[in-house]
Structures are given as structure tokens and as C-alpha cells.
Nanobody
Framework: QVQLVESGGGLVQAGGSLRLSCAASGRTFSSHAMGWFRQAPEKEREFVAAISWSGITTYSSDSVKGRFTISRDDAKNTVYLQMNSLKPEDTAVYYC?????????????????WGQGTQVTVSS
């Protein structure tokens, strides 16, 4: 079992930055791929970024590429999402997810554990 707790969300103006954190507990964190997803009101959950178990491989959606960066610190059992140049369309609840495999993907079904989410609101 893996427990995930997100933090770092809040209200920010367009062009600003936030860093989300996801603290993991339970099973060995370093062997899991991790991902971030988001869900805006009345929209489906969408993939944001993912990182492999080693931290060497990362990938992100086209909508955030060049603005968001995913990273992990296995010593702290934490994965981060650095969000820069935020836009109003980035407003959503952001979810952290863990996959019981070395490499994750961009589909929700590829992840086995989910956090409760943290709200990010970007004002124009």
C-alpha cells in the first residue's frame, strides 16, 4: 500500500510560479514511477507529467512542456512539480499518482495509487 499526500497548491497570478510536492509513504518509493495529473471543473482528468523510478526519464504533456518540471527526491520519498509561467487554463485540482512499475505513462489506468489532490488557481 502507498499513501500519497500533495501540498503546495494555492492562488497565484498568471505568469507566476508554484511548486507542488507529493509525499509518499508505505512501500518502497524508489521503485515506483510517479506522475502528476490534473482535473479542471467539468473536464476529464488529464496527464501532466511523469518520471521513471530512476528519475532519468521524464515526460510531460504538450500543454505544459517547457513550463512545468517533474523531479523526485528518493531520500525524502517526495516527488515535485515545479510550475512556471502559469496560465489561467492551468487552474485545476492536481493529483499525484504512483505506478507499481519502473516506468509510468500518460494514462490514468497505468497508476495504482492516488493522492487526494491539491487545488491550483491561476488568476488573470
Amino acid at each position: 500500500q502507498v499513501q500519497l499526500v500533495e501540498s503546495g497548491g494555492g492562488l497565484v497570478q498568471a505568469g507566476g510560479s508554484l511548486r507542488l510536492s507529493c509525499a509518499a509513504s508505505g512501500r518502497t518509493f524508489s521503485s515506483h514511477a510517479m506522475g502528476w495529473f490534473r482535473q479542471a471543473p467539468e473536464k476529464e482528468r488529464e496527464f501532466v507529467a511523469a518520471i521513471s523510478w530512476s528519475g532519468i526519464t521524464t515526460y510531460s504533456s504538450d500543454s505544459v512542456k517547457g513550463r512545468f518540471t517533474i523531479s523526485r527526491d528518493d531520500a525524502k520519498n517526495t516527488v515535485y512539480l515545479q510550475m512556471n509561467s502559469l496560465k489561467p487554463e492551468d487552474t485545476a485540482v492536481y493529483y499525484c499518482a504512483a505506478a507499481m512499475r519502473y516506468y509510468g505513462g500518460s494514462a490514468s489506468y497505468q497508476y495504482d495509487y492516488w493522492g487526494q489532490g491539491t487545488q491550483v488557481t491561476v488568476s488573470s
